[in-house]
């Protein structure tokens, strides 16, 4: 089992940065895919970014595309979100999610394992 733990969520004006900070332990693995998606109020929860294993191959959404950096730690077993130029419509949870067999995918079913969430709220 893997278990993930969220952080550094809250509320922030528009045009604010933060940065979201996600723990990872149990049966961890560096060759683990890490991602991180989010769920808007009344809407599915869908895909933000995703990092393989040594960081060097990441993936946005479209929508967060030049303002969002995911970034790992595999010494310390952690993966960031680096939000900037925060719109209202990033009001969210975000999730962050591991797979360990290493697949570079932006498909929810794909990672068997789910923090509990952080939610992010921007004002306008």
């Known amino acids: 089992q893997v278990q993930l733990v969220e952080s550094g969520g809250g509320l922030v004006q528009a045009g604010d940065s933060l940065r979201l900070s996600c723990a990872a332990s149990?049966?961890?693995?560096?060759?683990?895919?890490m991602a991180w998606f989010r769920q808007a109020p009344g809407k599915e929860r869908e895909f933000v970014a995703r990092?393989?294993?040594?960081?060097?191959?990441?993936r946005y959404a479209d929508s967060v595309k030049d303002r969002f950096t995911i970034s790992r730690d595999n010494a310390k077993n952690t993966v960031n979100l680096q939000m900037n130029n925060l719109k209202p419509e990033d009001t969210a949870i975000y999730y962050c999610?591991?797979?360990?067999?290493?697949?570079?995918?932006?498909?929810?079913?794909?990672?068997?394992?789910w923090g509990q969430g952080t939610h992010v709220t921007v004002s306008s």
């Open positions: 999610a591991a797979n360990i067999r290493g697949l570079l995918t932006t498909i929810q079913a794909l990672y068997p394992y």
């Open positions: 149990g049966r961890t693995s560096s060759s683990a895919v």
């Open positions: 990092i393989s294993w040594n960081g060097g191959n990441t």
